[in-house]
């Protein structure tokens, strides 16, 4: 079956970096999105990666690496506006998203 | 304003009842869908619509019944629903469907509560 694996909740400080990690076993591979969803909203398109290596956005970066089925979305600089709830999807091969239950991340002053 | 607008917000419901959302999406995209977000689970696609056309059902129940009129209107029309119906209803757009680099941009979403 296809999975998508990401921790359900992490904690972490103002003005620190979080990595918030994603693990994918699907039907091929067709590119990887990032969401963001504050509680109540919509979820709002962070980033898509689709070939190995580092995208950086800002304050939000995000990696892939194909070979391991990994990926992760790196946030610097924590502001308390960044407490949501983090979506990794992964397109398969019929371009069907498969996505991960979602990380709550809790930002503290 | 995300581009994308769902009414109602909250909706409460009866099982008997039938009831409408509705979902419409001012950026000229050609595709539409119907996710179900429950509370710890991944989100779960229900219906896809590309130019007007159904291109997918995701093994939907049919007290879930969907309509497209046209590419920038999206309705779900609900008629006697289970409490585990119980979720929050997100309406999508994208630019194109099956195509890689063609993020979704999502509603608010509808809260429903079937008592």
């Known amino acids: 079956g296809q999975n998508i694996d990401q921790p359900t909740e992490m904690t972490a400080t103002e003005g620190a970096i979080v990595q918030i990690n994603c693990t994918y076993q699907t039907s091929g591979f067709n590119g990887l999105f990032w969401y963001q969803q504050h509680a109540g909203e919509a979820p709002t398109f962070l980033s898509y990666n689709v070939l190995d290596g580092l995208e950086e956005k800002g304050r939000f970066s995000s990696f892939l690496s194909r070979s391991k089925g990994y990926s992760y979305l790196l946030l610097k600089e924590l502001q308390m506006k960044d407490s949501a709830s983090y979506l990794c999807a992964v397109m398969d091969s019929n371009y069907q998203l498969i996505w991960g239950a979602g990380t709550k991340l809790i930002i503290k002053p | 304003e995300t581009g994308v607008t769902q009414t109602p917000r909250h909706l409460v419901m009866g099982m008997t009842n039938k009831k409408s959302l509705k979902c419409e999406q001012h950026?000229?995209?050609?595709?539409m869908y119907w996710y179900k977000q429950s509370a710890k689970k991944p989100l779960e696609l229900m219906f896809v619509?590309?130019?007007?056309?159904?291109?997918e059902n995701n093994s939907v129940p049919s007290r879930f019944s969907p309509e497209c009129p046209n590419s920038s209107h999206l309705f779900l029309h609900l008629h006697t629903l289970q409490p585990e119906d119980s979720a929050l209803y997100l309406c999508?757009?994208?630019?194109?469907?099956?195509?890689?680099?063609?993020?979704?941009?999502f509603g608010n979403g509808t809260r429903l509560t079937v008592t």
């Open positions: 999508a757009s994208s630019q194109d469907e099956g195509v890689g680099n063609s993020p979704l941009h």
């Open positions: 619509y590309n130019f007007k056309e159904q291109t």
């Open positions: 950026l000229g995209h050609n595709a």
